[in-house]
């Protein structure tokens, strides 16, 4: 059975930064493309970030373009994402997922495997 469990959410000032922590067991990680999801009170889960099963090709959403970076270290089973200069939108619940052979990057019906999620909070 595929466990992702996130790490690193908290509360982070405006302008400053955080590193999110995917760490996946069971299954064989490197030879999935893995993606980063949030979700916000009252609003439905949205894409934010994926990257391909062997950390070449990366996928973010218009709003994350830029300040967020997703990376992977397959030998560590552990994919990242790097929050730089979040903005007053950001806040939400994040989850990482792993995805389906062959589906859609930024949607996540194309994920088989979600973790629990963990908050980031921004402050201003």
């Known amino acids: 059975q595929v466990q992702l469990v996130e790490s690193g959410g908290g509360l982070v000032q405006a302008g400053g930064s955080l590193r999110l922590s995917c760490a996946a067991s069971?299954?064989?990680?490197?030879?999935?493309?893995m993606g980063w999801f949030r979700q916000a009170p009252g609003k439905e889960r949205e894409f934010v970030a994926a990257?391909?099963?062997?950390?070449?090709?990366?996928y973010y959403a218009d709003s994350v373009k830029g300040r967020f970076t997703i990376s992977r270290n397959n030998a560590r089973n552990t994919v990242y994402l790097q929050m730089n200069s979040p903005e007053p939108e950001d806040p939400a619940l994040y989850y990482c997922?792993?995805?389906?052979?062959?589906?859609?990057?930024?949607?996540?019906?194309?994920?088989?495997?979600w973790g629990q999620g963990t908050q980031v909070t921004v402050s201003s």
């Open positions: 990257v391909n099963s062997i950390g070449i090709s990366t």
């Open positions: 997922a792993r995805r389906v052979r062959g589906a859609s990057y930024s949607d996540a019906v194309g994920y088989d495997y």
């Open positions: 069971g299954g064989t990680f490197s030879g999935y493309a």
